[in-house]
């Protein structure tokens, strides 16, 4: 069983920071992808922040320039930092894992989500 653990979430003003962190555990072969999404109420959940094993990242529009997401493989812990905050980024934030099976087979994990506010 694969646990994710998000802690980092809260109320910042426009223009400040904050720092996400996702750590997970459990029974995991390998990592096929780290990442970050946020889901709005009735809304679709939409990808913030995507990082491959080989450190390939994607970013929307949206955040591009202002959030980073990284990875620290001896913590088993993955990151988002989010600077420049804007009352839009206003939601609760999910990080999420890919794991590989030995088989090949890959399965999506998710955190618990962490509300951000931001306030104007």
């Known amino acids: 069983q694969v646990q994710l653990v998000e802690s980092g979430g809260g109320l910042v003003q426009a223009g400040g920071s904050l720092r996400l962190v996702c750590v997970y555990s459990g029974s995991i072969f390998n990592i096929n992808a780290v990442g970050w999404y946020r889901q709005a109420p009735g809304k679709q959940r939409d990808l913030v922040a995507s990082?491959?094993?080989?450190?390939?990242?994607h970013y929307p529009d949206s955040v591009k320039g202002r959030f980073t997401n990284s990875r620290d493989n001896a913590k088993n812990t993955v990151y988002l930092q989010m600077n420049n905050l804007k009352p839009e980024d206003t939601t609760v934030y999910y990080c999420?894992?890919?794991?590989?099976?030995?088989?090949?087979?890959?399965?999506?994990?998710w955190g618990q989500g962490t509300q951000v506010t931001v306030s104007s």
């Open positions: 990082l491959t094993s080989g450190l390939i990242t």
């Open positions: 999420n894992i890919d794991v590989r099976s030995r088989w090949g087979t890959i399965t999506r994990y």
